[in-house]
């Protein structure tokens, strides 16, 4: 038989810790981010400015070839003009070379070079807020023929951030040659040349 030894349990009480969170510390954690997003805001303003810039070049960029190829396709009577000034929240785009509320890509159908009311739009871009979009010769429209050519001032354009000038390190140039080819130009080579 065996003989089982009693060895009686000792209870020990184990106080079993608290997993929330106080409401003090969760304030002064939500103060510490506060101010450390405060400090860091500034920083990232200029990584904004240039992505915003890189989109909407890249935006036009594409209505620019978008177009080219529709004339092309469709025997000319493509032409790209401006969003007027007032459009949804855009009220910048005072003058003519003004392009800051975005532009359309139309079938110009009478071949005047602007986009009536009647006639079939292809292609919209708004352009984000805080972007000047300034197109540097011409004027509120591009025309493209059959051969894919613009008629009349070849595009050249700035995009810089709101109120801020050329030589803003986030500008970019955006310049379309005779023939067609797009290139992007760094601030320091604003305007286009031909």
């Not at 400015?49 to 469709?74: C, H, P």
Request: charged share 15%.
């Amino acid at each position: 038989m065996y003989s089982a030894t009693y060895f009686p349990s000792h209870h020990h009480l184990v106080r079993i810790g608290s997993h929330g969170v106080t409401s003090i510390e969760l304030l002064i954690t939500l103060a510490i981010l506060g101010v450390l997003a405060a400090l860091a805001a500034p920083g990232f303003k200029p990584l904004i400015d240039r992505w915003r810039i890189r989109q909407v070049t890249e935006g036009l960029k594409a209505a620019l070839y978008f177009a080219r190829s529709e004339a092309i396709k469709r025997g000319g009577n493509i032409t790209i003009q401006k969003l007027p000034n007032k459009t949804g929240n855009c009220n910048t785009a005072i003058d003519t070379s003004d392009w800051d509320c975005g532009w359309l890509v139309c079938l110009d159908s009478n071949n005047d070079g602007t986009c009536a009311a009647k006639e079939v739009v292809l292609q919209r871009y708004d352009a984000p807020a805080n972007v000047q979009i300034t197109r540097t010769s011409g004027s509120a429209s591009i025309k493209f023929n059959r051969w894919g050519l613009v008629d009349g001032k070849w595009p050249g354009f700035s995009l810089v951030p709101m109120n801020q000038s050329t030589m803003n390190p986030a500008a970019l140039g955006l310049c379309m040659s005779s023939g067609g080819r797009i290139r992007v130009i760094p601030p320091e080579a604003i305007p286009c040349s031909p």
